[in-house]
């Protein structure tokens, strides 16, 4: 049994701690324990079966793994902040959406080879503790079988911090620009009333991809639900173009576009939640104006 951390117990971090509680001792730290949250979080960690710690030098001791899923934003502090509290042979674990400069940067405030980068490299929820994980570092080759005995589907995709990072990256580029532009371009049918021959139009053009089918509402599903964080992990996108000497002008586009449907539902009172199930079209009438 192998003792793990997660610092952040949000969608991701919550599916993973929750599928390693099974077989391990793990406990969590998340802001929201601090503020008007903490009761609903700690009702969430009992139903996981994992441990509420009361402080982030209270959740790191004694944790050989700690696995950092908080937002893209908050990557970088939560990195500064538990590097000094880590001791020799504790392995930190960043599973953010972050620019490979922001894991760069953040591996300087660590012991040598206790960073550890990995990218998440499909949505969590569907697979679960199964979801493909690529593992970056000096301490690849070493980390990525100890998570696979774990049950996680991990594998060594670099020896240099940064570089697995940089394959999300750019895979966000399309997957997140993908999910706006469904969302724009459905909305916009909508309310000429042409969504179903829009929607044949693109299973013609590309039929593999599912446009008939729950594909365009799952699309769109991920914006409303998401769209805040996203956005937030889109400017770390458009930092990791900029760094490669691009000016990111599509993927600065679709900041703005995973945010506008969330702060439009919010300005509404329309709540994700209350949409169950999922219907984009429904949405699209409480949003509409």
């Given amino acids: 049994m192998t003792a793990i951390t997660f610092i952040g117990f949000g969608e991701a971090g919550g599916i993973f701690a929750s599928e390693l509680a099974r077989d391990h001792a793990v406990t969590v730290w998340d802001c929201k324990l601090s503020g008007a949250e903490r009761e609903p979080m700690l009702a969430k960690a009992r139903q996981a079966g994992v441990r509420a710690a009361g402080s982030l030098a209270e959740a790191l001791e004694g944790a050989a793994l700690v696995f950092s899923t908080v937002t893209a934003g908050s990557a970088l502090d939560v990195a500064q902040q538990a590097a000094p509290l880590l001791t020799a042979g504790q392995y930190f674990l960043d599973l953010n959406s972050v620019a490979p400069q922001t894991k760069r940067h953040a591996a300087h405030h660590f012991l040598p080879g206790a960073y550890v980068d990995v990218a998440v490299m499909a949505p969590v929820p569907p697979a679960r503790r199964k979801t493909p994980l690529l593992v970056g570092g000096p301490q690849a080759e070493a980390i990525a079988p100890v998570l696979t005995v774990m049950g996680l589907n991990a594998r060594s995709g670099a020896d240099e911090i940064g570089k697995v990072s940089a394959i999300k990256m750019c895979r966000s580029v399309m997957i997140k620009g993908l999910e706006a532009l469904t969302t724009e371009c459905l909305f916009a049918a909508r309310e000429y009333g042409v969504e179903e021959e829009v929607l044949a139009s693109l299973h013609a053009s590309f039929p593999s991809l599912g446009w008939n089918g729950e594909f365009p509402g799952y699309l769109i599903s991920r914006v409303a639900e998401h769209g805040i964080r996203r956005s937030e992990e889109m400017e770390e996108v458009v930092k990791t173009l900029r760094d490669a000497g691009g000016d990111g002008v ?15 539902m919010a300005a509404r009172g329309v709540s994700y939640a209350a949409l169950a199930p999922f219907v984009w079209q429904v949405l699209s009438g409480k949003v509409k104006g």
Avoid: D
């Fill in 250 to 264: 599509m993927s600065q586009a679709t900041v703005q576009a995973q945010r506008q449907l969330p702060e439009k």
